[in-house]
């Protein structure tokens, strides 16, 4: 359906503008005098569909943190006594590209009588199901700006957490590129310089430097088939790991890592108990907030295990009995379910533990980085090293320096 954009005054001579769904300009205006306004200007918008808008609305970091900052915005106008359109309408302009596409659909459909809820529904790549179940939520006891804000808070707090763990891995892997990129610019562009007056003169090379050579002459000659084959195989990983199958295979072996296990289960154990609580604060039953977060985690063992827990509880099992079941949670995390299920405060008790979760996730993040930074750059130093080694080596023994 296409969307117009309009010029247009109120009952108190108001200028308004926005945007309007409708199958023609003719609609377009008859939605717009019912409202009560007097049309200045109107003309059609080219507009994806809302589908397209959604599959190019992936869930990125940088839309997370739009979405987070819009809920944001928008319930400080709601409690300032806006209206919901006109707080939509506000919001619309101060996003450009494909999300602030996004949101005028989203203020269509509210305009055209959709809950807020409900027009967030139709658009799951960019509002989850955390935050439909809380918007839905607010409507229905009319505390949608408390809980729109309590919402906002969840996010950026999510958000923050998540980019302190990328930002600590970011340094390690900048030392891995450019330690792999060195030694591939100095096996194919200087080593074979360098090479061929020393094998021209017939000299027999020392070890080191025919190993040296021998890589050098297949990263020459074979690089483009190598790289293909590298490529190849990343992509057939990537597509193998989207599948059901496969992603649960991944995130099996991911998490009996070594180091990098015990940190990415605390990290989702940590999200899921934030869900869990922030659902139950604004009136979610246990077996409803527990289903959203399912919903919602993005490991596939931790999904399972919540879904297990879900059906145990529904049929009357005891939380505490229910996570032991799964295999999954630490012995700390069962104690904090059971004793939050037994005095009746779960919900704080569950913050406490994502809290104290987050803090141990960034503290041995912080460690593990600063442990690869030194080794890292001691392998750098090695690779080159021996490449550099390798090649003055030959030159050395021709000029009977050694």
């Not at 359109?85 to 494909?98: M, P």
């Not at 021209?200 to 430097?209: I, Y």
Request: charge should be positive; aromatic fraction near 6%; proline fraction near 4%.
């Amino acid at each position: 359906m296409p969307s117009f954009y309009y010029q247009a005054l109120d009952a108190k001579s108001t200028d308004r503008s926005g945007t309007v769904v409708a199958e023609s300009g003719r609609d377009a205006r008859v939605q717009l005098r019912l409202r009560g306004l007097t049309i200045l200007s109107i003309h059609e918008q080219r507009m994806r569909s809302s589908r397209s808008v959604i599959k190019l609305l992936r869930p990125r970091a940088r839309s997370a943190g739009q979405v987070a900052s819009a809920i944001r915005d928008l319930a400080t106008l709601l409690s300032t006594g806006i209206g919901l359109v006109d707080a939509l309408d506000t919001i619309c302009l101060q996003y450009t590209g494909r999300f602030r596409l996004a949101l005028q659909t989203l203020r269509e459909r509210v305009a055209g009588g959709s809950n807020l809820s409900e027009a967030m529904q139709l658009d799951p790549e960019v509002f989850d199901e955390l935050t439909v179940q809380m918007v839905r939520v607010g409507e229905n006891a009319g505390t949608l700006d408390t809980v729109l804000d309590r919402l906002a808070d969840f996010r950026e707090r999510y958000l923050q957490f998540k980019d302190r763990v990328t930002t600590a891995l970011i340094y390690p892997a900048i030392i891995v590129l450019l330690a792999f990129s060195v030694s591939i610019f100095l096996m194919t562009v200087v080593l074979p310089m360098l090479l061929e007056n020393l094998v021209a003169s017939g000299r027999p090379l020392p070890w080191p430097t025919r190993v040296l050579k021998m890589l050098s002459e297949t990263l020459t000659v074979h690089g483009w088939w190598l790289g293909a084959l590298a490529a190849a195989i990343v992509f057939g990983g990537v597509v193998f790991i989207n599948t059901p199958r496969g992603k649960r295979i991944w995130h099996r072996l991911f998490f009996s890592l070594p180091i990098l296990g015990p940190l990415a289960k605390k990290q989702e154990i940590a999200r899921a108990a934030i869900i869990i609580s922030t659902l139950m604060e604004n009136g979610i039953v246990f077996v409803d907030a527990i289903e959203t977060a399912s919903r919602t985690a993005k490991n596939v063992l931790l999904k399972d295990a919540l879904d297990a827990i879900r059906l145990r509880v529904q049929s009357g099992g005891d939380i505490g009995v229910a996570l032991t079941a799964t295999g999954i949670f630490p012995p700390l995390v069962i104690q904090i379910f059971t004793v939050g299920q037994q005095t009746g405060e779960l919900e704080r008790m569950l913050n406490r533990l994502a809290s104290g979760y987050e803090a141990q996730v960034a503290s041995a993040t912080s460690r593990l980085t600063a442990a690869l930074e030194p080794i890292l750059i001691v392998v750098l130093a090695v690779v080159v090293g021996f490449i550099l080694f390798a090649t003055i080596l030959p030159i050395l023994e021709a000029g009977n320096v050694l």
